[in-house]
């Protein structure tokens, strides 16, 4: 833990507040500590991707499906398919299970919009 606190450096921690409002000095309680680009990896249970089958190519299906395949890993992955604007079935896939990271996120962001992604969240 202490070699990732250093001047500059982008952390996620996670702890108590040990002091109150009218303190001069905030005081934290750390229990862990993580390098923020790492932070979608450690800290993500699942994946959802949200679909609307109204308006989803076949190439926009095919981009989706090469860009999830290009970042294997081991969260699942559920879809949420909307089938008539309001009805959404639930998947799962058994096969599809990403590595989740900024560049995965950014490029789904690009091909299906920030909407339609969600992350699940580890608790603690």
């Known amino acids: 833990m202490e070699n990732l606190i250093r001047k500059d450096a ?12 009218d303190d001069q000095v905030i005081k934290i309680i750390c229990d862990e500590v993580y ?10 249970e699942y994946l959802i ?4 089958k109204s308006q989803i190519t076949k ?5 989706l499906h090469k860009t999830l395949y290009a970042h294997r890993g081991k969260l699942p992955v559920y879809f949420k398919v909307a089938l008539n604007g309001t009805e959404e ?3 799962v896939s058994r096969k599809m299970q990403v590595q ?3 560049e995965l996120l950014d490029e789904l962001v690009g091909l299906i919009g920030l ?5 699940k969240v580890k608790t603690r």
């Open 59 to 63: 190439q926009k299906i095919a981009d």
């Open 49 to 52: 991707v949200r679909v609307d």
């Open 100 to 102: 989740i990271d900024h």
């Open 10 to 21: 982008l952390v996620l921690v996670l702890g108590r507040l040990n002091s109150s409002l």
């Open 89 to 91: 079935v639930n998947m």
């Open 115 to 119: 909407e339609n992604i969600k992350v």
């Open 35 to 44: 390098e923020l680009e790492k932070v979608p990896a450690t800290m993500t």
